[in-house]
């Protein structure tokens, strides 16, 4: 099996997991338009590959109001996009022990750029999505967090774990149409997402280019759920087989309530 898409949206595409991957569905011969803040890093991700493989639309996802007609925008110039690749996150400490050092307005951004967002923005691109004849799809990118949250992350864990139950939930509701919903889960992976720890945060986790294939291999297996590495004890043997093991029995009862809620056998 194959990832069988030819036309990338990729949300968050200048920086990080989303640049690696639009460089490697570049590489494959899958086109992608890039979508991120800064125009400069699109305009030099368009020039690297022409304009018969790749396009650049800036966009801040924060700006919720606007997503609506940066969709309309968007499917209206490409109308052959068939892969929603949501990618862009923030990520920052908070310690509620030190509640006056707590900036709640901040807080409250993270969640809505790493989930309320892409709500929104899935919810616009549906109606498009579930016009078309062939098969599409979209991707999260979520987060280990999102099952075991780092205590000093409250913000980037809640949203993660508040996208993973999206991811679900929606996964299960389009199960009957066209639309394949993936989860795409990572280790940390050094990237911008780790500027607050200072100059080494870049140097936290795996390599952005063994990520990136790694990533890619697995996607085309078809899986709708890519778990790549684990959460726990380092140098236990069964960490990662522990880690799975909630993952899937975890899933097995959503579905299992799934099937009941919407009367499916």
Same mark, same amino acid.
């Given at each position: &099996?194959?990832?069988? !898409? ?17 460089? $490697? ?11 991120? $803040? ?31 007609? #940066? ?13 929603? #690749? ?69 913000? !980037? ?13 929606? =996964? ?23 500027? !607050? +720890?200072?100059?080494? %945060? $870049?140097? &936290? %986790? +795996? ?24 959460? %726990? ?16 029995? =975890? =899933? ?8 009941? &809620?919407?009367? $499916?056998?």
């Amino acid at each position: &099996m194959s990832f069988p !898409y030819k036309h990338v949206l990729m949300i968050g595409a200048t920086s990080g997991i989303g640049k690696g991957l639009s460089e $490697r569905f570049v590489k494959v011969g899958i086109k992608v338009t890039a979508v991120g $803040r800064r125009q400069d890093r699109l305009d030099e991700f368009v020039s690297k590959h022409g304009t018969s493989k790749a396009a650049g639309v800036a966009f801040d996802l924060a700006n919720t109001a606007k997503i609506p007609q #940066f969709v309309n925008d968007v499917t209206t110039a490409s109308p052959d996009i068939d892969c929603l #690749f949501l990618n862009a996150g923030v990520q920052a400490k908070y310690d509620f022990s030190k509640p006056d050092l707590v900036d709640v307005a901040a807080f409250n951004s993270e969640i809505n750029v790493n989930f309320t967002s892409f709500v929104v923005l899935v919810h616009a691109f549906l109606p498009f999505l579930l016009s078309k004849k062939t098969d599409t799809s979209i991707v999260f990118t979520g987060s280990h967090l999102a099952i075991v949250p780092a205590v000093t992350l409250p913000a !980037y864990s809640a949203s993660k774990a508040a996208l993973n139950a999206f991811t679900l939930c929606l =996964r299960d509701q389009l199960a009957l149409t066209k639309i394949k919903v993936i989860e795409l889960s990572p280790p940390p992976v050094q990237s911008e997402l780790h500027d !607050y +720890m200072g100059t080494h %945060g $870049r140097k &936290m %986790g +795996m390599p952005l280019d063994e990520f990136s294939d790694k990533a890619f291999e697995l996607l085309e297996t078809g899986s709708d759920q890519i778990i790549i590495g684990t959460v %726990g004890p380092p140098g236990n043997a069964d960490t990662t087989a522990k880690f799975l093991e909630v993952i899937e029995k =975890r =899933r097995s009862v959503f579905e299992w309530l799934s099937k009941l &809620m919407l009367g $499916r056998s």
